[in-house]
């Protein structure tokens, strides 16, 4: 019996070993067989390119395959070789992966049946949603929370019924290895550290990742390589697209592209275009300085420094000297100041750094302090470090530009109210003075005599001497009248010429009956000269530098405001153009035949000869008072009531070139040297101000302007100053005429 058994069990053990032996035999094939077929793909790879429908059903197949091997619960080490070889399929390509095996089970042949149906279809459409219902909805629901925070806990999170989702007990290391071994589907399982849980990929999940490995399109429908539609109607088609090649001037410069590149590197070249140079970045920086300064961070638009609290001194100290220390009075002083004037901290004294107390303000200062940096402004100021001294203009010495008036050296008294104009003679030794007392007077300059006086019935507000030196001829104005006056100055011969001047032979000569309405002419045998009475009252009177015409301007004349008289025809005449304003003064160009009309808020410039409008000068000012013309008759200066003077380069623009503020109170009078380069203005505030302007003869360097004196010795009556200044026609002189009756000249 006992032999019996031994036979039973050994034969037993020989059908085991057989049937093993068969299994081995089998898979030995099977391999055998998927290494001939790997060859063969490698060598077909110079035969035509196989569709990718043939290339999927590979695939499916070889998966197929595997699952068929992963069945069997062999573990031999043949089984071990299968999936090394497996594996190194998997790195081959879909191109090469044609390759067709079969299974003892039958598997394969149920996926030949899925090759040939998938390589029946004709491309079908790939279907795709971007809907966000495709996607399975994670079973922790903390978001992008670190799972770092979770470390500590026993849960990782919370399920969309906010559950807790309990950790899972974390196995041995051994044993989750020798698992991982004996599990033949361990290669597609993934740990999902998120929702702690392993997670097997499936089989259309596994050809996506290798198609994407293999550089191809996850989809395997997808086709790189569709046929082209043509979308142009050819049929009809009037101009079908030409297939010509390009032409080669549309690969070429233009000439006018040309001609710009030309001009770049000409400018290049000459330095008008200049690039930006790469920036030095420094080896070294100041690591404890502002953080404002630094350059290498300026051009960064975003970047704002944030504000710096103020570093603690002596009495922050625990133990402060004594002078630090405030005594009661001083805190009780404290308390009765305003909150924001009141010191932030008060300095007490500790034996020890034990005895200090907690900081009550720790919170609300810190507080404040984030809000300091989080409601910092978004836009980056940047502070301009600028010495003062550099702003001012370089202008030279006054020492340099001498002579000119500093001091008063003469007066002329003999008026008994203000002087409210004044003139002086072409050749420099007689000026002419107009009063509120209704006198005019010729005085010496030299000496200061008077020589002639005339008195009138009303006071007269303007003068003005002939500029013309072989007449002296003084023309004075008041009320409604001008009067053309004789000197009786000269030799006999300029005396009779003047008589000959001043005859008029019938009242009222022109025949123009608008003419008469605006002015009379008239003898006037009490003066010696001649009278001309206008409608309207005149306030100012200006010859021309032939000395033939006199203009006068009457403020309430409307249309009539500004005359002109022809003192050798004895004839009056209106301007031909459109007062625009209230007109103020007028003046004639002193070289060209050009007309300068003052209103209050412009100046018009017109040419006499052609009757049109040249320019407009734009003052800016409140009201304007006075104006001037250089002697080369290029530059205007105009006055104003509110003390601004405003100086006009007519080559340059219509608005003034510079405006100065010199005057607290109104300019009353403006005036120009006639050979040295010096202006002046004078004010209510008792105050004659004299300037350096030097006008160039190169138009591309601007005038220069330079304060030099201010003339102080008129006193202030009813609230006026200095009315009137002129220049002496040769000598740095000025003349000032104030409303304290008297007449001052300031020599240098």
Not at 10 to 15: A, G, N
Not at 366 to 382: A, H, I, M, N, T
Not at 419 to 431: A, H, M, R
Not at 465 to 475: E, H, K
Request: charged share 30%; hydrophobic share 30%; glycine share 6%.
């Amino acid at each position: 019996m006992v032999e019996a058994g031994k036979n039973t069990t050994t034969t037993e053990k020989k059908t085991s070993m057989a049937n093993t032996e068969n299994s081995l035999k089998q898979k030995r094939k099977m391999t055998k067989q998927l290494q001939d077929d790997t060859k063969n793909t490698n060598n077909d790879e110079e035969q035509p390119t196989v569709s990718h429908s043939d290339s999927d059903s590979d695939f499916d197949s070889d998966y197929d395959d595997a699952d068929s091997l992963e069945g069997d619960d062999s573990e031999s080490e043949e089984y071990g070789s299968l999936r090394d070889s497996e594996s190194g399929e998997s790195d081959f390509s879909d191109d090469q992966e044609n390759i067709n095996t079969t299974n003892g089970d039958g598997l394969a042949d149920d996926h030949s049946h899925e090759n040939q149906s998938d390589s029946s279809d004709a491309h079908p459409a790939v279907e795709e949603s971007d809907s966000s219902e495709d996607e399975v909805a994670p079973r922790n629901t903390i978001g992008d929370v670190p799972l770092v925070w979770y470390r500590d806990e026993d849960h990782i999170g919370y399920d969309i019924s906010g559950k807790k989702i309990k950790k899972k007990e974390k196995e041995d290391k051994l044993q989750s290895f020798l698992a991982s071994a004996d599990d033949s589907k361990n290669w597609r399982k993934i740990y999902d550290e998120y929702n702690d849980e392993v997670v097997e990929l499936k089989k259309k999940e596994t050809k996506l990742i290798r198609r994407m490995l293999a550089g191809k399109a996850p989809h395997a429908d997808f086709d790189p390589y569709a046929p082209y539609v043509d979308w142009f109607k050819w049929d009809g088609a009037k101009h079908p697209l030409s297939n010509a090649p390009e032409p080669k001037r549309r690969f070429t410069r233009s000439k006018s592209e040309d001609k710009m590149v030309v001009r770049y590197r000409r400018a290049i070249r000459k330095g008008l275009i200049k690039f930006d140079e790469p920036k030095e970045e420094p080896s070294v920086y100041l690591l404890w300085g502002d953080e404002s300064n630094s350059n290498d961070k300026s051009g960064h638009l975003a970047y704002i420094p944030a504000p710096k609290p103020k570093l603690p001194g002596h009495e922050e100290s625990y133990n402060p000297s004594k002078e630090y220390i405030p005594t009661q009075e001083e805190i009780n002083a404290y308390q009765l100041m305003f909150e924001e004037d009141r010191p932030k901290f008060i300095p007490k004294s500790f034996a020890s750094m034990r005895n200090i107390p907690a900081y009550e303000n720790a919170v609300k200062e810190s507080f404040e302090r984030c809000l300091d940096l989080y409601l910092c402004p978004r836009v980056r100021k940047k502070r301009i470090n600028i010495d003062p001294e550099s702003l001012k203009p370089k202008l030279p010495s006054r020492k340099d530009l001498r002579p000119y008036p500093t001091s008063c050296y003469l007066d002329y008294r003999g008026h008994t109210d203000a002087v409210l104009s004044i003139s002086v003679d072409p050749s420099g030794q007689w000026i002419a003075s107009g009063s509120l007392d209704g006198t005019a007077r010729v005085w010496e300059i030299e000496t200061g005599r008077c020589l002639r006086v005339w008195s009138f019935d009303e006071a007269v507000k303007c003068v003005s001497w002939n500029p013309v030196r072989d007449l002296s001829i003084l023309a004075a104005s008041t009320g409604a009248d001008i009067y053309i006056l004789n000197t009786d100055l000269g030799n006999g011969e300029e005396q009779e010429r003047v008589r000959e001047l001043l005859l008029v032979k019938t009242p009222t000569p022109s025949e123009d009956s608008d003419t008469v309405s605006i002015a009379s002419w008239h003898q006037d045998d009490k003066h010696g000269g001649i009278r001309m009475k206008h409608f309207k009252t005149v306030s100012s009177i200006e010859w021309h530098r032939k000395g033939d015409y006199l203009s006068a301007v009457m403020p309430a004349g409307e249309s009539r405001a500004i005359v002109i008289h022809q003192i050798s025809k004895k004839i009056t005449q209106r301007i031909p153009f459109k007062l625009h304003g209230l007109p103020v003064t007028s003046v004639f160009h002193p070289t060209r035949s050009i007309f300068f009309i003052a209103t209050k808020k412009n100046v018009r410039v017109y040419e006499l000869v052609k009757q049109k409008l040249v320019k407009k000068l734009e003052t800016g000012l409140r009201e304007v008072s006075s104006i001037a013309i250089h002697p080369a008759g290029d530059n205007v200066i105009v006055g104003s009531r509110e003390g601004k003077l405003c100086w006009f380069d007519m080559d340059l623009s219509s608005k003034p070139y510079k405006t100065l503020k010199c005057h607290p109170k109104d300019i009353t009078g403006v005036a120009f040297h006639r050979s040295y380069p010096l202006f002046a203005s004078c004010s209510d505030d008792c105050t004659a101000y004299v300037f350096h302007g030097t006008v160039y003869s190169d138009l591309v360097q601007n005038p220069l302007i330079v304060p030099l004196e201010i003339l102080r010795g008129h006193k202030t009556s009813n609230g006026r100053g200095v009315l009137d200044c002129k220049f002496h026609p040769r000598q740095p002189w000025l003349f000032t005429a104030g409303a304290d009756s008297l007449i001052k000249l300031y020599c240098h």
